[in-house]
């Protein structure tokens, strides 16, 4: 069973597209080991992370190729969230808004870093 957490994660990190292709075709010839060796090459998943994307994208997902497709999937998976982190950046606390997002998903520190300054982008020129 896949954990929430890592399941919002994998929907959140951005991943290339060549890279999502490469990993469903992979997967397609019994090479999972190698597809999420792929996913995880140039993005931020995690061990336990990697196989839950990978099992989205051989299930028709498209997983986000920029920070803002995954600020945006954000926004629908956990409205509240972004809510909060909204709330804290605009009280001046980056890093707080950060740490929130690193502990309710499993994103790592430099994902969580850029999506947190797409928000903030954002957030700037509303």
């Known amino acids: 069973m896949t954990s929430t957490k890592a399941r919002t994660t994998a929907l959140i ?9 490469e990993a469903r075709a ?12 792929r996913l995880r090459k140039d993005s931020g998943l995690g061990l336990a992370t990697a196989p839950v ?5 051989t299930q028709g997902h498209t997983l986000p190729t920029t920070y803002g497709e995954a600020l945006d999937a954000l926004r629908q998976l956990d409205a509240a969230l972004v809510a909060e982190m909204t709330d804290l950046l605009n009280g001046g606390h980056r890093d707080s808004a950060i ?5 309710r998903t ?6 969580g870093y850029h999506l947190v300054t797409e ?3 954002r957030l700037d020129t509303q």
Do not use: C, F, V, Y
């Open 99 to 103: 740490k929130l997002l690193r502990e």
């Open 26 to 37: 992979l997967a397609g010839e019994g090479r999972t080991a190698k597809a999420i060796r």
């Open 13 to 21: 990190t951005p991943i290339e597209q060549e890279a999502q292709n």
């Open 53 to 57: 994307a990978l099992d989205l994208l």
């Open 106 to 111: 499993d994103m790592d520190l430099a994902g």
């Open 119 to 121: 928000l903030s982008a």
